[in-house]
């Protein structure tokens, strides 16, 4: 599974670096990993988005070694890779329509006169794509440039100001949607922020009067439990997952002992994978950590 997370990644990396050496029609806006809700119980998630006037194209990024045999009726492709057969479960062309359907429909909404298009990318050149029908949309990450040269320049659909609306207006739904975590989708270094277990109020770091009991030397208000505060700050702020050795630096504590009671005891479920000292605790982006961040910069 992670296997497949790193292939997939570096698989828009690649595709990235086509994409780069291509000169779209200016204004241009690329967008990658896009997340948009049309409803509270669903969400998709583009891998690349181009947005010019003329065009909002869709990359379905696939990074995939081996062969990709199509299969109809349910369409599916079945993947041979060093004389196994695996089933791939996730039509790529299932995805491209659900997504490309999901985004017309959040256009429609907010008003703007375009429509969706794109296709499945295949960003390793060498993967064999067999039986694959004639009218799908499927290119090879490299010929993106040609593709893209080719295309005839299309009447401009969006105004300037409509152009740069919707480029806003997708941004803003992205924040909205999945703001965390927080330092990365703001630029701010992790290493900054300030580490122990902090005052809600005043961001001092509090003293543990007894064993159950911390203060703040600030504001003298009391503290049971500033650890799961201090976790939901980690998840808003930093990651979805925490190690044992990460909370141990991150809340300045000795022993790895007393780390793992505080993940354990957390109150909200976390995710536990991975074994014995490579243990992660995961958090699920779906619920918002807490309503408020408690951390700020050492720097303040
Ligand atoms: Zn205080």
Same mark, same amino acid.
């Given at each position: 599974?992670?296997?497949?997370?790193?292939?997939?990644?570096?698989?828009?990396?690649?595709?990235?670096?086509?994409?780069?050496?291509?000169e779209?029609?200016?204004? @241009?806006?690329?967008?990658?990993? @896009?997340?948009?809700s049309?409803? !509270?119980?669903?969400?998709?998630?583009?891998?690349?988005?181009?947005?010019?006037?003329s065009?909002?194209?869709?990359?379905?990024?696939?990074?995939?070694?081996?062969?990709?045999?199509?299969? $109809?009726?349910?369409?599916?492709?079945? =993947?041979?890779?060093?004389?196994?057969?695996?089933? @791939?479960? &996730?039509?790529?062309?299932?995805?491209?329509?659900?997504?490309?359907?999901?985004?017309?429909?959040?256009?429609?909404?907010?008003?703007?006169p375009?429509?969706?298009?794109?296709?499945?990318?295949?960003?390793?050149?060498?993967?064999? @794509?067999q039986?694959?029908p004639?009218?799908? $949309?499927i290119?090879?990450?490299?010929?993106?440039?040609?593709?893209?040269?080719?295309?005839? $320049?299309?009447?401009?659909?969006?105004?300037?100001?409509?152009?740069?609306?919707?480029?806003?207006?997708?941004?803003?739904d992205?924040?909205?949607?999945?703001?965390?975590?927080?330092?990365?989708?703001? +630029?701010?270094?992790?290493?900054?922020?300030?580490?122990?277990? /902090? *005052? %809600?109020? *005043?961001?001092? #770091?509090?003293?543990?009067?007894?064993h159950?009991?911390?203060? *703040? $030397?600030a504001?003298?208000?009391?503290?049971?439990?500033?650890?799961?505060? +201090?976790?939901?700050?980690?998840?808003?702020?930093?990651?979805?997952? /925490?190690? #044992?050795?990460?909370? =141990?630096?991150?809340?300045?504590m000795? &022993?790895?002992?007393?780390?793992?009671?505080?993940?354990?005891?957390?109150?909200?479920?976390?995710?536990?994978?991975?074994?014995?000292?490579?243990?992660?605790?995961?958090?699920?982006?779906?619920? !918002? !950590?807490? %309503?408020?961040?408690? =951390?700020?910069?050492?720097k303040?």
């Amino acid at each position: 599974m992670l296997y497949q997370k790193s292939a997939g990644y570096a698989g828009e990396i690649r595709v990235d670096k086509y994409l780069e050496s291509i000169e779209f029609p200016e204004p @241009v806006k690329i967008l990658t990993d @896009v997340e948009l809700s049309i409803n !509270p119980k669903s969400a998709i998630q583009i891998d690349t988005l181009i947005l010019t006037r003329s065009y909002a194209f869709i990359l379905e990024i696939k990074n995939i070694a081996g062969t990709l045999i199509y299969i $109809p009726n349910p369409p599916h492709f079945v =993947r041979i890779h060093e004389n196994k057969k695996t089933i @791939v479960i &996730d039509c790529p062309i299932m995805q491209l329509e659900n997504n490309k359907t999901t985004l017309d429909i959040w256009l429609e909404r907010n008003k703007f006169p375009m429509r969706s298009t794109g296709m499945i990318v295949m960003a390793n050149g060498k993967t064999d @794509v067999q039986d694959a029908p004639a009218d799908m $949309p499927i290119i090879y990450g490299k010929h993106l440039p040609l593709h893209f040269r080719k295309m005839e $320049p299309e009447k401009p659909l969006l105004t300037k100001q409509q152009f740069y609306e919707l480029c806003d207006k997708l941004q803003q739904d992205q924040q909205r949607y999945n703001p965390f975590p927080l330092c990365e989708k703001n +630029g701010i270094n992790p290493a900054q922020l300030r580490k122990g277990i /902090i *005052c %809600n109020d *005043c961001s001092v #770091n509090l003293i543990r009067a007894n064993h159950q009991r911390w203060t *703040c $030397p600030a504001c003298k208000k009391k503290f049971k439990q500033p650890y799961h505060d +201090g976790l939901q700050d980690w998840f808003m702020l930093i990651k979805n997952n /925490i190690s #044992n050795e990460e909370c =141990r630096d991150f809340f300045q504590m000795k &022993d790895k002992y007393a780390a793992n009671y505080i993940l354990n005891q957390f109150p909200s479920k976390l995710k536990r994978e991975g074994k014995a000292k490579a243990t992660i605790y995961k958090w699920d982006y779906k619920q !918002p !950590p807490a %309503n408020k961040i408690k =951390r700020s910069t050492s720097k303040t």
